[in-house]
């Protein structure tokens, strides 16, 4: 299983951007989730969703602001990023868990793609 992140890039304080996780190989259901690192910060959880798409949870901090969402035809998980912040600024890793796991612990995951930098302009 491969998991390839886009999406990434320079925006201002308040504005958006669009995060994919596009998954290739092995064709079973499974949970993604997105984490991100910042410079000099420990590894945090994001956001996550189940295969099905109707349990999506998040961190406190991106409630109201984050959506992810996914397309199971094409194998991609979204996460649509408003009003975005000086600290939402890191490097965004997306992951995908098998067996109906998923949720805010990063062990819960079985696979992970590279990053994808987001830098959030004041």
């Known amino acids: 299983v491969q998991l390839q992140a886009s999406g990434g890039g320079l925006v201002q304080v308040g504005g958006s951007l669009t995060l994919s996780c596009a998954k290739f190989g092995l064709r079973d259901s499974y949970a993604v989730g997105w984490f991100r690192q910042a410079p000099g910060k420990a590894h945090e959880f994001v956001a996550a969703i189940d295969y099905s798409g109707i349990s999506p949870h998040y961190h406190d901090s991106v409630k109201g602001r984050f959506t992810i969402s996914r397309d199971n035809a094409k194998d991609i998980v979204y996460l649509q990023m408003n009003n975005l912040k000086p600290e939402d600024t890191a490097v965004y890793s997306c992951?995908?868990?098998?067996?109906?796991?998923?949720?805010?612990?990063?062990?819960?995951?079985?696979?992970w793609g590279q990053g994808t930098l987001v830098t959030v302009s004041s």
């Open positions: 992951a995908a868990a098998f067996g109906g796991r998923y949720g805010a612990d990063s062990s819960l995951y079985d696979y």
